[in-house]
């Protein structure tokens, strides 16, 4: 009795108690994949065809090309990640399924096993094991979750991974690009897209760090720095191997 009145007592301070955690991982996982990617590769070949001297016409068709293909790629990749991951659950789960139906006795201690794990006493943990055997769906879950390590996916992630990578690809690589359009020589252009990139690399490692967990100015730095050493090698390659004009 002391018990159900004390758990009917912390009622109210759950109900006071409103957590705020951030659920958008996945999302935010595909973003900063999409965006990193889409700022640094069409930023680097720009860097590269600027320093072959080519025209600023010609790095703009070139990188929207580019730009093209990646969001494809990079969207055909998410979206295929995300049916491995759900296939691999379905599979799992099915496995599961069986074997809480032929082996009970086994699953019901391999619950015991995982509980023991946070420190609790046979002696605590059996009630928890018997009420789970009288719940065969609850069971599952608690095996799918807590022994192998798997959330349940949404049924829709595979094509939203797949949109949300292409999308901020297309948005990251249009940034390095825009300069090109309006300055015609290439080399006044690459100064500009290497000026503007910086600035949106450092937005975005600030961004991903914030999001993330991390330092946000050290994420920035760098996020800007690893796009600027790719360009820079992009660059330094093209003038290296240039054919000189005779």
């Known amino acids: 009795m002391a018990d159900l009145h004390g758990s009917r007592s912390q009622l109210p301070l759950l109900q006071q108690h409103k957590e705020k955690h951030f659920t958008a991982g996945d999302i935010v996982r595909d973003i900063i994949i999409g965006v990193s990617d889409g700022l640094t590769v069409p930023f680097a070949l720009a860097a590269g065809l600027s320093g072959a001297n080519a025209s600023s016409s010609i790095v703009l068709t070139a990188g929207i090309a580019e730009v093209a293909a990646g969001a494809i790629s990079m969207g055909l990749g998410g979206y295929l990640a995300a049916k491995s991951e759900a296939d691999q659950y379905k599979k799992e789960l099915r496995r599961e399924e069986e074997e809480i139906v032929l ?84 080399s006044e252009a690459v100064l500009a897209s290497v000026a503007l990139t910086l600035v949106a690399l450092l937005v975005f490692g600030y961004a991903k760090g914030y999001f993330t967990g991390n330092k946000p100015f050290t994420s920035a730095v760098q996020t800007a720095l690893i796009g600027a050493i790719a360009s820079a090698a992009a660059y330094g390659m093209a003038k290296a191997i240039q054919p000189r004009q005779p």
């Open 103 to 186: 082996v009970p006795d086994t699953e019901a201690a391999e619950v015991g096993d995982i509980l023991e794990q946070y420190g609790i006493e046979p002696h605590e943990y059996g009630p928890v094991v018997n009420s789970l055997r009288k719940n065969p769906q609850a069971w599952l879950h608690f095996m799918m979750r807590f022994e192998l390590g798997l959330e349940k996916p949404e049924p829709k992630r595979a094509i939203q991974s797949a949109l949300t990578i292409a999308i901020s690809y297309i948005l990251g690589g249009l940034v390095p690009l825009i300069p090109y359009m309006f300055f015609p020589k290439a």
